[in-house]
C-alpha cells in the first residue's frame, strides 16, 4: 500500500501539532461519537469506584478479539504529561489491533494509536467529551493523523483510522456495553 508523501519537516510540524493528543495517530476518520447504556456484559463496579482504563480494556477486549493490550500509560512514561492533571485521563492503556498491517503505519512506535488504539478514562464524563472534542479539533483535516473516537461516561476509547468503519464499529459496541 502506498503510504502519503510528506516531507520530514512537513512531518515534525504536524506531529508536534497533535502532541497533546497522545502519542501516535490522531485525528478525525470520523466524529466522536457517544454510546451509553450498559449491558449484562457491562464489567460490575461499585457506585463509589470508578472503571479504570485497564477494567475497560479487559472487558471491550472480551468483545473484540484482535485488540491486545501493548501498554500502560504511567506518570513516569506518559508522552503527554496529562496523566493525573486536571481535567485529564486519570488512567490510560494502549491497544494493538491484529487486523492492522503494521508495515501500513506511519507511527508505529510502541503505544501509537495507529497501532491499534488507547483507552483514556477521566473523572467526569464531560472531561472525557471535551478530551474527545479536543481531538477532533486539532487534527481536523489532516487525514494522515485521523482517528475513530467512542465516549461513553467517563470512558474515551480512540482507534486507529487503519481500520475500516466496519472494523472501529467492534469498539463502538464495545465502548456501549461500559456505561
Do not use: W
Request: glycine share 8%; with cysteine; aromatic share 6%.
Amino acid at each position: 500500500m502506498r503510504k502519503p508523501a510528506l516531507s520530514a519537516a512537513a512531518l515534525v510540524v504536524v506531529l508536534s501539532a497533535v502532541t497533546a493528543c497522545g502519542s501516535g495517530d490522531a485525528g478525525t476518520s470520523s466524529q466522536a461519537e457517544s454510546t451509553t447504556g450498559p449491558t449484562a456484559a457491562a464489567p460490575t463496579r461499585s457506585a463509589s469506584r470508578q472503571l479504570t482504563a485497564d477494567e475497560a480494556f479487559q472487558a471491550l477486549s472480551g468483545q473484540v478479539a484482535s485488540a491486545e493490550l501493548s501498554g500502560v500509560v504511567t506518570e513516569d512514561n506518559d508522552p503527554n504529561h496529562l496523566l493525573g492533571r486536571p481535567h485529564q485521563y486519570t488512567s490510560k492503556v494502549t491497544f494493538t489491533d491484529s487486523r492492522i498491517d503494521v508495515d501500513d503505519v506511519v507511527d508505529a512506535e510502541p503505544g501509537s494509536v495507529g497501532l491499534g488504539g488507547a483507552i483514556e478514562v477521566f473523572a467526569t464524563a464531560a472531561d472525557s467529551r471535551a478530551r474527545a472534542d479536543y481531538i477532533q479539533s486539532v487534527t481536523k483535516g489532516l487525514p494522515a493523523l485521523a482517528e475513530y473516537d467512542f465516549v461513553s461516561g467517563t470512558v474515551l476509547i480512540r482507534v486507529s483510522h487503519y481500520l475500516t468503519p466496519t472494523q472501529a464499529a467492534d469498539y463502538k459496541a464495545a465502548a456501549a456495553t461500559l456505561g
